[in-house]
């Protein structure tokens, strides 16, 4: 039992990493020197070829050619170049036979976390949302991120299955 | 890829020689068992002592298939020459089963049994399973032992189960490994039954197996290459095995003991417990009957000790804290960051915050199945009824055990983490039922039927980890084991191509996703080591300014001759505390060139505080952990300087941080440098994409694995110029790159 003792008592007195008392400079980074070119994108249409890098939920695929189904909360990634005088613009359609069930319908559009509006709308159809955006909701230094929330979004027969709004194009235009 | 028979055979092979090691050992020990028990508990004991032998085969890099096959044949062979069996198992009987209760046994064992069955022939998808539990299990066996694998830190649990799993993956690969699980999942039940013989309650350890075999998350984590059925095997194993020990006080039982304590552990750490339980349990009866209790806890514990200390101890060799992942601050250490752990362990407290209420609980971890990952199934809402048993001498050993093992679930929520406490809450529960025969068929029938998949899937969540589908084509490879997994897990797609387009000893970084039990690459994924943090950390600084170096504190002072400085961090923040780079400046404003003259040292995290000095615009020492005062960087010039300024640059996202800075003015003695420290911004530095991709490289990492939802994943491909890299293919919703 002493020797278990023991072991025990190694096993916990070792366990300590090998660090030495201080270290070197180590060898230097040189600086870059090449160009950076950065892409902006400000703006998706559904019939983009490079559309999905635009979705980062909730956004079905591509139907009819140039529309999507979404569900209840699509959100969006986008890349602004600036963040001066921007509106976000939401180009969709309220399909006729889920406005039957969800009668009018009330989006909540947030920016990267905040809510910037809480449109309404009476009729189905297509429409154009525009709003513009306070410069402080949005940034150019990374990715600004905007959801779409379908606050009475039409509930299908299959458990946890929604469809929001029938998307056409999305993001940020102007100045 | 593997046939059906090389599946059965890997997993056969080791139970057999599971239960030929547990004969031996129990002969060895002289314990004697009734009928029915022998061959239980001898899978039990054997399999805690093959996981060891594995173990000391890793530790000697020996894990190889015609060693393994040795072994089996000796294990088999010294059983038909020493016939344990004669000796282990007595004339006696256990008091039988009703005849009702066993048919209904059966009848549960054979429809739930086939089902679960399937499932585990199946190709292995489960999210644990296809990832850290075979993914290290394949790692062993390619490098045929253990290796300095510092990059995972789940690779520092104890892994007793995956030892067993190890030992069938070299015949049967990944469903051979969940198989042996299988084999648990099935022993379990009969376990329990047995037990419930053993105390008198023939019928309560009936319907107990059964309430416990027919849980929904039971049979899913059972059937997978998962490994807590595995440790309840183990720990009930334990229990029962001091059941008997009490009744008849065979010496040989408390070594037994010791070993499924200690096994118990190995399998699992939440199991830790069941030392303690094994040792005061040992205790408390031997003082209870008026005898030593000084004896037997000792046997018992230092038998744990013996199956327990090999993990300590290959913990300690390679990542020097005995119990990592976990109590990084006790043994501080560069491989598993305090920061990550606490934020870990806050995580699995509430689920990401989403438990925001004990009251949440019972409905979550028995109905709902959806935080928790995992359901018991409605019938354990009759849970509270288990304390009616505690006028019974069974119910208040089966509620003292729940209490211990329970001890540690508060850690981590988890429903899965209940299932090694579930046998004896079912077997107190079962006690009482069964004092109402037609109360316990009524609630077995309840049971059986709310746990059938289809019926599940009417009332759980709809994210509850549970079954789907019958897998019987996919079990008998009538479906190309390749061609269901490219499709039942997308990422699997990525795991074969990066196989196919990455060199065998490149470093691959990832946010995760990538079934780790599918490549034979080093995959590093950032959250799970050290190492891995900081190249995270350097990926994304490549567009997240608060990460990048725009602020510096500027010191200045009337010229002094200085050999030794320091940074001393003042504030008692949550910031994590972060130096990206460190200039002196002379009297005339010029920067002092850094010369291998120079010493540095920092506390904590002193391992990387050469980052704070290698001019890199994204590299940076970090505290890794909540900043306190008398955190600091040092630097000795081994000669004096004239020292009229210092710029310390950092990255913003530390607002609270404060920093002083003192010169050595006499040994020893530290003064304050004088000025207060100003802040200044900086430019932000160029080209910070091809920095971050030239610092991996710099660190060893030439390609990426990243999802198509990770916070870079759209700029990486919109700007594959700025990063230097080549995207080599897109699979499974990720895409790989190579640095150029």
């Known amino acids: 039992m002493r020797a278990f003792g023991a072991l025990a008592a190694t096993v916990c007195f070792c366990s300590c990493v090998p660090t030495p008392e201080s270290y070197p400079i180590p060898p230097q980074h040189a600086p870059m020197s090449a160009v950076e070119v950065i892409s902006y994108h400000e703006f998706v249409r559904s019939a983009d070829p490079n559309a999905d890098l635009y979705y980062v939920k909730d956004v079905g695929g591509l139907e009819g050619g140039s529309w999507r189904w979404t569900q209840a909360a699509p959100e969006f990634r986008f890349t602004l170049k600036s963040t001066i005088s921007r509106r976000f613009r939401l180009d969709f359609g309220l399909h006729e036979i889920t406005f039957r069930d969800t009668g009018p319908v009330t989006l909540s559009i947030l920016i990267n976390g905040r809510e910037l509006d809480r449109p309404h709308f009476d009729h189905p159809g297509d429409r154009r949302y525009e709003r513009e955006v306070p410069a402080d909701m949005l940034t150019s230094s990374s990715e600004t991120r905007v959801v779409v929330r379908v606050l009475n979004s039409w509930k299908a027969s299959d458990p946890g299955v929604h469809l929001g709004i029938l998307l056409h194009a999305a993001g940020f235009v102007g100045p | ?740």
């Open chain 2, 1 to 740: 890829m593997n046939s059906v028979s090389a599946i059965l055979f890997g997993a056969a092979w080791t139970s057999i020689t599971g239960i030929c090691l547990g004969l031996l050992l129990l002969q060895t020990l002289r314990v004697r068992l009734r009928r029915g028990e022998a061959v239980l508990l001898s899978f039990i004991s054997g399999s805690a002592i093959l996981s060891t032998l594995v173990f000391l085969c890793l530790a000697a890099q020996i894990a190889r298939p015609w060693v393994f096959v040795s072994t089996g044949a000796v294990a088999i062979t010294l059983s038909v020459i020493r016939k344990p069996w004669r000796d282990v198992r007595s004339v006696e009987t256990l008091p039988s089963v009703p005849w009702l209760w066993r048919i209904l046994f059966a009848l549960a064992m054979l429809t739930y049994g086939i089902f679960t069955l399937a499932h585990a022939m199946a190709p292995e998808i489960s999210p644990d399973g296809s990832a850290y539990h075979l993914g290290t299990v394949a790692r062993y066996f390619r490098d045929g032992g253990f290796t300095r694998y510092t990059t995972n830190m789940y690779a520092n649990l104890p892994m007793g189960v995956e030892m067993l799993f190890l030992y069938a993956f070299a015949f049967g690969r990944h469903s051979a490994a969940a198989l042996v699980h299988w084999q648990f999942l099935v022993a379990l039940p009969f376990l329990i039954r047995s037990c419930g013989q053993r105390l008198g309650f023939p019928a309560a350890g009936t319907l107990a197996g059964l309430l416990v075999f027919l849980s929904p998350v039971v049979g899913l984590d059972g059937a997978s290459a998962y490994v807590d059925v595995g440790a309840a095997a183990m720990i009930f194993g334990l229990f029962y095995v001091l059941q008997i020990w009490d009744a008849e006080r065979q010496p040989g039982l408390l070594i037994l003991a010791g070993i499924l304590a200690g096994a118990s552990y190995a399998c699992k750490l939440t199991a830790f417990p069941a030392i303690f339980y094994a040792v005061l349990f040992a205790g408390w009866r031997s003082w209870r009957t008026a005898r030593s209790f000084v004896r037997p806890a000792a046997i018992v514990a230092v038998f744990a000790a013996l199956l327990s200390l090999p993990w300590l101890s290959k913990n300690v060799l390679i990542v020097g804290n005995p119990l990592s992942p976990f109590f990084n601050r006790w043994f501080p250490n560069p491989y598993v960051k305090v920061s990550f752990e606490e934020e870990y362990r806050s995580f699995y407290r509430d689920y990401y915050g989403n438990i925001k209420s004990p009251a949440q609980l019972p409905l979550e971890v028995t109905v709902r199945g959806g935080i928790l990952q995992g359901l018991l199934g409605p019938v354990f809402l009759l849970a509270p009824l288990a304390l009616l048993s505690l006028k019974f001498q069974a119910g208040r050993h089966a509620l003292l055990a729940s209490a211990f093992i329970g001890s540690a679930y508060p850690g981590n929520i988890g429903t899965r983490f209940l299932i090694t406490v579930l046998p004896f809450v079912a077997l107190a529960l079962a006690v009482v039922l069964t004092q109402w025969r037609v109360v316990a068929v009524a609630v077995l029938a309840f049971h059986a039927g709310a746990s059938w998949p289809n019926v599940v899937d009417a009332y759980c969540d709809p994210y509850a980890w549970r079954f789907n589908r019958f897998r019987g084509k996919q079990a008998l490879r009538l479906e190309r084991e390749d061609d269901y997994l490219r499709r039942a897990i997308p990422a699997y797609n990525m795991a074969r191509a990066i196989d196919d387009e990455v060199p065998p000893d490149a470093r691959i970084l990832s946010f995760g996703g990538v079934p780790e039990a599918y490549t034979s690459r080093d995959l590093l994924v950032a959250y799970q080591g050290g190492f891995n943090n900081v190249a995270g950390d350097l990926l994304t600084a490549g567009i997240s300014p608060p990460s990048q170096p725009l602020r510096a504190w500027e010191i200045r002072f009337p010229s002094i001759r200085i050999r030794r400085l320091r940074m001393l961090q003042t504030a008692r923040v949550r910031d994590i505390w972060s130096v990206s780079e460190v200039r002196i400046f002379s009297a005339s404003g010029e920067e002092y060139p850094r010369t291998q003259a120079w010493r540095v040292r920092a506390h904590p995290n002193p391992w990387e505080v050469q980052f704070a000095f290698d001019n890199g615009p994204l590299t940076r020492w970090r505290t890794w952990q909540a900043a306190q005062p008398g955190d600091s960087i040092e630097l000795d010039f081994g000669q004096p300087l004239a020292i009229e300024h210092v710029r310390i640059e950092f990255s913003p996202d530390q607002p609270g941080v404060a920093i002083r800075l003192q010169y050595e003015s006499s040994p020893g003695e530290w003064t304050d440098a004088g000025a207060a420290a100003q802040q200044i911004d900086l430019s932000p530095p160029p080209n910070t994409r091809l920095t971050a991709t030239s610092s991996l490289k710099k660190l060893g990492i030439q390609w990426l694995a990243i999802g198509d939802n990770d916070f870079i994943a759209s700029d990486l491909v919109r700007n594959k110029p700025s990063w230097g890299v080549t995207e080599i293919a897109h699979e499974g919703g990720m895409r790989l790159y190579k640095l150029d």
